[in-house]
């Protein structure tokens, strides 16, 4: 059975072990990759930048400008005299948010008027606005629970919601985003290693003299895929055990059976660079198609951004990327806990893209110069 | 039945518009040291490639050890041997792991394969450089070593495309030696050159120019074919060839 594989195994083990920029891509990207979207991507805001116009200056308005601050939301940078200054400051984008406390709110509140609090939020970036939107909605909101309450000589509000985050009770986006991360790492180096394989030969001349010899179609693309499977597998460990000691991400789960799925995703990946490899005629074109296919794959699987809010085509588009297969089980095992009885349509897809991908590399490739 | 170790009949090559190799019908007795000459461009590596397998006839056939190449690529790769023009072994492994590789690539395991890759060394003494990157090596011991991977599985036919282009005199003197060795052992050599020295220790030429043939036979024949009267070879190589490009 495929006599030649092992030999060339053997090769293009030592030739990755003997190339600096595989081993830096191998090594190097995934702790990189991992720190900078773990650190950078934080799509919890916290802290926004907040001045506050307090006209009343009462002791009611500091309590209210301090359960603001409490939220955590928002961190007072300074508090300004008038309307125009804190125009300015959002402006210049000294700061993300304003609070404006009128000059009549302890009066409107004695009164059991309607009080007026205004809050600013510079919603240029959506998704900082957002959660500022949300934390002085939150405010308003207890407050005026607090005051009804007392009012109506109630010991607390008539109807409470307790919304439970489950899997991941922090609601903590490092936790959401690390098990993905492993998925995307992969997908990235596997696919762009591959796609070189063939055609780094092709350029230096030494496929001529390789397919000269009986090596066997099969024989030659396993060899090329077998050495990176370890390294796939090394990768993702150590997004694991980076993820769990800076970012605190549980590793919760069967890690047998995640290790094992890792591994039929890991042969696809390279199978695809592999394929990707006989279609094209340069290294340089191959790392254009590589990035050219990691675009989509970090958009469409749901590694940042929810499928479900997408439209039902780039859902569709998704369906065809083994990584958000692949995700779906990273992220139920590793947040969930689950095992085979629910992932079992992932694995069943993902080793069919294995399968065929392979196929579909051998397939392509000729034993020839044409 | 035929002894011939390679034989075309109407062997062609277009790529595009160019016709690489144009109606090449050749046949090589098995034991010779036949040499391929031309200039630049003539269609020499395109004739080999062909007869390897590398590339396929947009016409004609051709056949080596008795099997036909188009119908058979496959089992021509066990009883070849092929030297790429440009240098096509691994810089980036050392001498011994090329003869490893390649070794196990054409089947050779455990004693068998240390007893060969022993003879090929010793052969074309490259004991010393065993250790050395591949691309570390100067012209001539690179030579060496792609000869060396190329013999490892015993080839009945080999193929050299220009086998000491950028080789010293004597390291070049030497691997004719190795040829003529490996000749008088019954295996069949098709070498191409730019060398006159080398062409005149084979045992028949083959001239081409602009992918056919202009001459065929002992270098002497050929020689002869521009009249003689103390002509050499390579006044017949240019002579022929002006006469061919008008
Ligand atoms: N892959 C290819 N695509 C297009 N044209 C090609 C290809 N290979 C060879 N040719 C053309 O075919 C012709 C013959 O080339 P070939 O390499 O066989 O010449 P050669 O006799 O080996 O030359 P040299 O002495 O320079 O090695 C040339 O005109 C060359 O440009
Ligand atoms: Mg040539």
Known sequence: MMPRLWPMFVKEFIQMRRDRLTLMIVTGLPVLQLLLFGYAIQTDVRHLPTVVVDESRTPESRDLIAAFENTGSFTIIARLDGREALDRALARGTAAAGIIVPADYPRQ?????????????????PLSSQSGLAAAAGVAQARNLAILSAAAGRAGPPLEARVRPRYNPGLRSATFIVPGLVGVLLTMTMVLITAMAIVRERERGTLEQLIVTP???TELMLGKITPYIGVGLVQMTTVLLVGRVVFDVPLTGNLLLLYAVALIFVIASLSLGLFISTLVRTQQQSMQVSFFIVLPNILLSGFMFPRAAMPLFFQWVGLLLPLTHFLKVLRGILLKGVGVAALWPEIVILAAFAGGLIVLAVRRFRKTLD | MTSAAVETHGLTRRFGAV????????????????????????????????LCGLLEPSAGTASVAGIDVAAAPEQIKLRIGYM???????????VAENLAFYGGIYGLRGE?????????VAFLEIGPRLGQLAGQLSGGWKQRLA????????PVVLFLDEPTAGVDPAARRNFWQAIHDLARAGTTVLVTTHYMDEAERCTRLAMMSGGHLIALGTPAEVAAQVGGGGRTLEDAFIILQERDER
């Not at chain 2, 090589?28 to 590596?45: A, D, H, R, Y």
């Not at chain 2, 068998?112 to 090929?120: H, K, P, V």
Request: net charge positive; charged share 25%.
């Open chain 1, 109 to 125: 509140l004695l009164r059991g008027q309607p009080a007026t609090v205004q809050v600013v939020v510079d919603a240029a970036d």
């Open chain 1, 215 to 217: 090596i066997t179609k």
């Open chain 2, 19 to 50: 016709t690489a190799v144009r109606d090449l019908s050749l046949r090589i007795e098995t034991g010779e040291v036949f040499g391929l000459l031309g200039p630049n461009g003539s269609g020499k590596t395109t004739t080999i490639r062909m």
């Open chain 2, 84 to 94: 790429s023009q440009r240098f096509g072994l691994y810089e980036d492994l050392t």
């Open chain 2, 112 to 120: 068998a394969a240390e007893r060969r890759t022993a003879e090929i």
């Open chain 2, 147 to 154: 000869l060396g991977c190329a013999l490892l599985h015993r």
